[in-house]
C-alpha cells in the first residue's frame, strides 16, 4: 500500500505560479509510475504529466505542454509539479497517483493508489 499525500494548492493570479508536491508513505514511489490529475467541477478527471520511476521519461497533456513540469525526487519519496503561466482554465482539484508496472498512462483508471487533492484556483 502507498499513502499519497499532495500540498501545494493556493489561489494564484493568471501569469503566476505554484509547485504542487506530492509525498508517498508505505512504500518507495521508485517502484511506480506517479502522475499528476485534475478534475474541474462538473469535468471528468484529466490526465495532467507522467513521470517514469527514473525521472528521465516525463509525459505531459498537450493543455499544460510548455508550461507544467513533472519531477520525481525518489531520494525524499516526493512527486512535484511545477507549474508556470497558470491560466483560469487550470482551475481544479490536482490529484496525485501511482501505477504499478512500467508504462505510463493517460487513463486514470489504470492508476492504483490516489491522494486526496489540493484545490488550485487560478483568477483572471
Known amino acids: 500500500q502507498v499513502q499519497l499525500v499532495e500540498s501545494g494548492g493556493g489561489l494564484v493570479q493568471a501569469g503566476g505560479s505554484l509547485r504542487l508536491s506530492c509525498v508517498a508513505s508505505?512504500?518507495?514511489?521508485?517502484?511506480?509510475?506517479m502522475g499528476w490529475f485534475r478534475q474541474a467541477p462538473g469535468k471528468e478527471r484529466e490526465f495532467v504529466a507522467a513521470?517514469?520511476?527514473?525521472?528521465?521519461?516525463?509525459y505531459h497533456a498537450d493543455s499544460v505542454k510548455g508550461r507544467f513540469t513533472i519531477s520525481r525526487d525518489n531520494a525524499k519519496n516526493t512527486v512535484y509539479l511545477h507549474m508556470n503561466s497558470l491560466k483560469p482554465e487550470d482551475t481544479a482539484v490536482y490529484y496525485c497517483?501511482?501505477?504499478?508496472?512500467?508504462?505510463?498512462?493517460?487513463?486514470?483508471?489504470?492508476?492504483?493508489?490516489w491522494g486526496q487533492g489540493t484545490q488550485v484556483t487560478v483568477s483572471s
Open positions: 497517483a501511482a501505477k504499478t508496472g512500467g508504462t505510463w498512462s493517460t487513463y486514470a483508471s489504470l492508476y492504483d493508489y
Open positions: 508505505g512504500r518507495p514511489i521508485s517502484a511506480y509510475v
Open positions: 513521470i517514469k520511476w527514473s525521472g528521465v521519461n516525463t
